[in-house]
């Protein structure tokens, strides 16, 4: 019997450009105003059918996350029990981004999960039903399905395409892991942030609520936001750990990064404490530069 042909998806990170709470609502959720702008930084994902008995499995597991509460693992029992299919796979992950970084990792895992199987199984949802498949999962799977920077209101899921400047970013990756929930029980998170335009995002305007609470519990990204500040207005992207600041062109970013070890010193900071790499933002995941999704999928 033929092996199965391995088939391989990146599965990008993304940025939330700003993020403001803008209210809570009855549901216990909050409602957000974001921008999403994807990374070229990613994780890979390989799927593998496994047609002949039909299980899904993983390869290899992210440690410390069993595999029932693996969300590559729950996005691939979701769409098969959504669309009645019988067809199994085996699937593995290289995992290069941080887990708690603000960057999507897991989000974005499940999100090329659902639409890598929705190809290789041919059970033919459109990009949208797989946005609404995600949603039940996590509120930033959507992006990630939809694959383009947007706007995003909502709990995250209502999404504008936005056309915005692809700039280089000095991405800062603190040794510490945030978890979302405990940020979003404190009782100093500001919970009421009057709601923006899009024309005042673009014309500077813009914050993440989550910053000061992230700051105050973790000294270690205050100190990465403050070295940052050095080369660029630095923020905290989403509800991690991670922060960035956009560089005028990729020598600039180039020149920082040699400049690192000196400010690392000045700071007090060892390099195991906060790893600072250079990235291109992209309003393109490359989720969809696969050879099988080279186009989005035309049912959309």
Not at 210 to 228: G, Q, S, Y
Request: proline residues 4%; glycine residues 8%; aromatic residues 6%.
């Amino acid at each position: 019997m033929q092996a199965p042909t391995p088939h391989t998806f990146n599965s990008p990170a993304k940025l939330n450009l700003f993020l403001h709470i803008t209210g809570v609502r009855e549901d216990g959720y909050h409602n957000l105003q974001t921008v999403f702008q994807f990374l070229d930084l990613h994780d890979t994902l390989t799927f593998e059918n496994t047609d002949s008995d039909g299980r899904i499995s993983l390869g290899n597991n992210i440690q410390d996350v069993p595999e029932k509460d693996n969300l590559i693992f729950k996005a691939a029992m979701l769409l098969r029990q959504h669309t009645s299919s019988k067809r199994g796979a085996r699937i593995s992950i290289d995992k290069k981004l941080p887990m708690g970084g603000g960057l999507g990792g897991g989000s974005s895992n499940a999100a090329t999960t659902l639409v890598a199987l929705n190809r290789l199984w041919d059970t033919k949802l459109t990009t949208s039903e797989l946005e609404v498949l995600g949603l039940t999962l996590g509120a930033d799977i959507p992006i990630f399905v939809h694959g383009a920077a947007a706007w995003a209101e909502g709990i995250g899921e209502q999404l504008t395409p936005v056309a915005i400047d692809e700039p280089w970013y000095l991405l800062a990756i603190p040794a510490c892991h945030i978890d979302t929930a405990e940020l979003f029980r404190d009782k100093q998170l500001t919970r009421n942030t009057k709601a923006i335009t899009m024309r005042a995002f673009l014309d500077g305007a813009g914050h993440n609520d989550f910053e000061p609470v992230a700051k105050r519990k973790f000294p270690l990204i205050n100190k990465a936001l403050e070295l940052l500040n050095k080369w660029g207005n630095a923020k905290l992207t989403g509800t991690g750990a991670c922060c960035f600041c956009s560089v005028s062109d990729k020598e600039t970013g180039l020149k920082a990064l040699s400049n690192l070890p000196e400010a690392l010193i000045r700071f007090n900071l060892k390099s195991d404490d906060l790893k600072v790499v250079l990235t291109k933002g992209l309003n393109g995941s490359s989720l969809y530069q696969s050879n099988l999704l080279n186009l989005k999928d035309p049912l959309a």
